[in-house]
């Protein structure tokens, strides 16, 4: 399993991959209670210990920390991992920084990315909340333009959980899925989708937890924060019989690799 390094898990996507008739799972996909029990201890002690001055910034920044953690994952931090053939490339957390402003450095985003998972998402992509834009990077959204990794993975801006699949005739199928009512069909604040030449052919923002005040305005009910989002599959498959298949998106190379986002 690979993780990117974050403040909270439930903030992280979940997702399986498959080549041919192979299908790698088990350790990629996260039960349920495995991760509420990682994200208590990531979530609640670190940033307990962070807030009281028992824990430095620059600990809590090396991936050492997390890692020791995690005894079933790689943490990426700011690093790439290959798996059956695809790159996966994770970004970091800043402790301390800004939600509404991560400022994430993307400067060392390499080449060749298939899949990248962040924490924040790219400014204008499921990103809105009762303030406009909130708890989005410019600097990520210039980083996927120049490098054009197949997959984007993030979370953090619960309300707008949902996701993005680029058609194979160009256009893209999906949207907000997150519900502050659940007795109601309706999703906040929805929204338009990537641009036409937005590279990404899955973009999914998985939060699974609920956000609780905008549940508030919503109900007028104050509950505790839990997980309201199911898990999402992103299917990777590979043409393995030497056909070729134009590619979702012109500015990818074919390399046999196809993506698609499941519930």
Known sequence: MMASMSDSLMDCPRW?????????????????????RVQGTFSNDTNWRLARGSLSDGAV???AYFQRKLTNARVLNHDMAEVMGLKIW?????????????NNDYADLPAGVDIMVTHEAPFGIFDLTGGGHWGSSRALLEA????????????????????WTKRAGGGFDGGVQYRPNPDSREVFRPNGPPAADYPVEVESNNAMANQPVVDHSWTGVWAPQHIVGRPRLILATQQVSGVKR???CPCHEDDGWRFASEE
């Open 90 to 102: 994770g970004a970091g957390w800043h402790a301390r920084r800004g939600d509404s402003s991560p």
């Open 246 to 248: 134009e590619a979702a």
């Open 144 to 163: 996927i333009y120049r490098v054009k990794p197949k997959v984007h993975l993030f979370g953090h801006i619960h309300e707008q959980r949902g996701h």
């Open 61 to 63: 920044e090396d991936p």
């Open 16 to 36: 399986a991959l498959s080549s041919a008739s192979e299908t790698l799972a088990g350790d990629l996909i996260w039960k349920t209670h495995d991760l509420m």
